[in-house]
Nanobody, 119 residues
Framework: VQLQASGGGLVQAGGSLRLSCAASGSIFSITDMAWYRQVPGKQRELVATISGVGSIDYDDAVKGRFTISRDNAKNTVYLQMNSLKPEDTAVYYC??????????????WGQGTLVTVSS
């Protein structure tokens, strides 16, 4: 099982980006999916989560600007980021709780995608 994140890049303040993260491999089920971000020298922080039944939560810093969603048929989670600010600059990581076909739940991380917001 692996998670592949994409969609990062350079954008001006006020702009938008959409991140995607697709899970692949021997997957039986996926429950919680999430996006985290990390800047050098700081701890990784939770940005948004979406449960298997669609319950959503956001960090206060991104509420009203970011939207998390998922496509269960594609085992993919998205993060639509609008009204981006320079302080949103970070490496963004996706994560998911996945039940593999061997019958074990595990927490998986994607490889990270860099988002840079210029002022």
């Amino acid at each position: 099982v692996q998670l592949q994140a994409s969609g990062g890049g350079l954008v001006q303040a006020g702009g938008s980006l959409r991140l995607s993260c697709a899970a692949s491999g021997s997957i039986f089920s996926i429950t919680d999916m999430a996006w985290y971000r990390q800047v050098p020298g700081k701890q990784r922080e939770l940005v948004a989560t979406i449960s298997g039944v669609g319950s959503i939560d956001y960090d206060d810093a991104v509420k009203g600007r970011f939207t998390i969603s998922r496509d269960n048929a594609k085992n993919t989670v998205y993060l639509q980021m609008n009204s981006l600010k320079p302080e949103d600059t970070a490496v963004y990581y996706c994560a998911a709780e996945i039940l593999g076909r061997v019958g074990v739940w595990r927490h998986y991380w994607g490889q990270g995608t860099l988002v840079t917001v210029s002022s």
